[in-house]
């Protein structure tokens, strides 16, 4: 058995499958942002390799940019019919993925596949394999769905929420200053808001966080606007006293000076960068501009949520709650303890 990662050539002598299953994932509570609300969610796991060894990737699509189980299904078929008889090297997947018009969330489970199926052959971790220091546990926020202010005192409560240091509150323009109240009320941490582009006017984005008493507890505000009014958006950063960062605004683009006369930092996902490198590059890129970066998900399994660990060293703010909110995570890879991520296995 031969490997080379990196521009590596032949990766080993075994003929590799690939296939990919659905899985669906009952939450917790209703999971309600401004665009819609859903109870269960449907996402895919890519899996690869040979008679022994077998690589795992997650697809967690997301219908805001124009994925849905459809167009995940045909991307994997493009795929399939696309790849050359046999992938054996990074560069051969790149190359192949390049060629191709797939949602980026297709293409990440593909490649994080790749990678877990490299990582067990060869006897190293993803931190090695992307040349990365790793992370053994992370703090990340808790995300509160959008809800009447009068369950969030039983909501924050009952879910023992006070353990975790930050909150990561839904919001959906003015009906949500009684809520954003009712969290500081019984909720000691900082809080971060994220609006999911339900503003359309930056005023009523300043005049809504100068409604807000106490401002010194929130962190700051995600996305407050649609990602297509760039005026307005360079309008707020310059007369909004708070952090704005970039969620639906930044996908798999380059990270350049747009979103630094625009935004405070980036939500960096891995579902929407399409892979590691585009996000390890995206992440350099934000350092350089001395933009801020947040590492992000979808609603995952702990299988993709413990891949965004790995990119996770040096972020300012860390949201990876993804797999907590999920009634049961089918790979549990991850625990969580007084807030933090902590890896229940060896990496």
């Not at 919001?171 to 941490?189: A, P, Q």
């Not at 503003?199 to 606007?225: G, L, S, W």
Request: a negative charge; glycine letters at 6%; one cysteine or more.
């Amino acid at each position: 058995m031969e490997i080379n990662y990196g521009n590596g050539s032949a990766l080993n002598n075994f003929a590799l499958t690939w296939k990919m299953e659905e899985i669906r994932l009952p939450l917790k509570f209703p999971w309600k942002i401004s665009r819609g609300q859903d109870k269960e969610k449907l996402n895919f796991v890519v899996i690869m390799g040979d008679e022994k060894f077998k690589g795992r990737g997650e697809v967690a699509f997301n219908k805001r940019y124009n994925e849905d189980a459809e167009s995940i299904r045909e991307g994997f078929e493009k795929f399939l019919n696309f790849k050359p008889p046999e992938i054996d090297s990074v560069k051969c997947l790149y190359n192949c993925l390049n060629e191709l018009d797939i949602p980026y969330s297709l293409r990440f489970g593909i490649e994080s596949a790749f990678y877990d199926y490299i990582s067990q052959i060869s006897g190293k971790n993803i931190y090695e394999l992307l040349g990365l220091n790793s992370v053994r546990s992370v703090p990340t926020s808790f995300s509160i769905p959008i809800m009447d202010s009068a369950h969030i005192k039983s909501f924050i409560l009952n879910n023992n929420l006070n353990r975790f240091n930050f909150l990561k509150l839904k919001i959906n323009s003015y009906k949500s200053l009684d809520t954003v109240k009712e969290v500081l009320k019984y909720f000691d941490g900082q809080l971060r808001l994220d609006a999911n582009e339900s503003f359309k006017d930056p005023d009523d984005v300043i005049n809504f966080v100068e409604n807000i008493k106490n401002k010194k507890r929130i962190q700051f505000i995600e996305q407050p606007m649609p990602a297509d009014l760039h005026e307005e958006s360079f309008y707020l950063k310059n007369n909004l006293d708070l952090e704005i960062i970039a969620d639906e605004s930044i996908t798999t683009q380059e990270v350049t000076d747009y979103y630094l006369k625009r935004f405070h930092g980036v939500n960096i996902k891995l579902m929407k960068s399409g892979g590691f490198l585009r996000a390890i590059k995206q992440i350099n890129d934000s350092k350089k501009l001395g933009l801020k970066v947040m590492i992000g998900c979808m609603i995952e399994t702990s299988l993709s949520i413990s891949s965004g660990m790995v990119i996770s060293r040096g972020a300012d703010y860390i949201d990876l709650d993804g797999c907590l909110l999920l009634k049961d995570d089918p790979f549990s890879f991850l625990g969580e303890e007084n807030g933090r991520l902590i890896y229940s296995h060896i990496q």
